[in-house]
């Protein structure tokens, strides 16, 4: 039973905006686990805070939550949907 439509997903701006600073956030942990470090001054490190802070927020609006259902499945209409309303 699929319980997301990702066709329709896909196609979404609001997905993509979300998803690729989450994906890049992700790298960002797994590169600090093997010792790469991004800051290389004080002031990039700072504008690496704020770039960060930036991902996060967007992340938090959701990369795969739809609002207007319960938990993380698509409602039966948004199923059927070929594009994104």
């Known amino acids: 039973m699929k319980s997301i439509n990702w ?10 905006v979300t998803f690729i600073p989450a994906m890049m956030m992700l790298v960002q942990v797994i590169l600090s686990i093997f010792g790469y470090s991004f800051e290389v001054e004080k002031v990039q490190g700072k504008l690496l805070d704020l770039v960060d802070a930036v991902f996060t927020v967007l992340v938090i609006v959701g990369v795969i939550n739809d609002p207007t259902t319960v938990g ?6 948004a199923m059927e949907y070929s ?3």
């Open 72 to 77: 993380l499945s698509d409602s039966k209409a």
């Open 7 to 16: 066709r329709v997903r896909l196609k979404n701006k609001n997905f993509w």
């Open 83 to 85: 594009q994104p309303k």
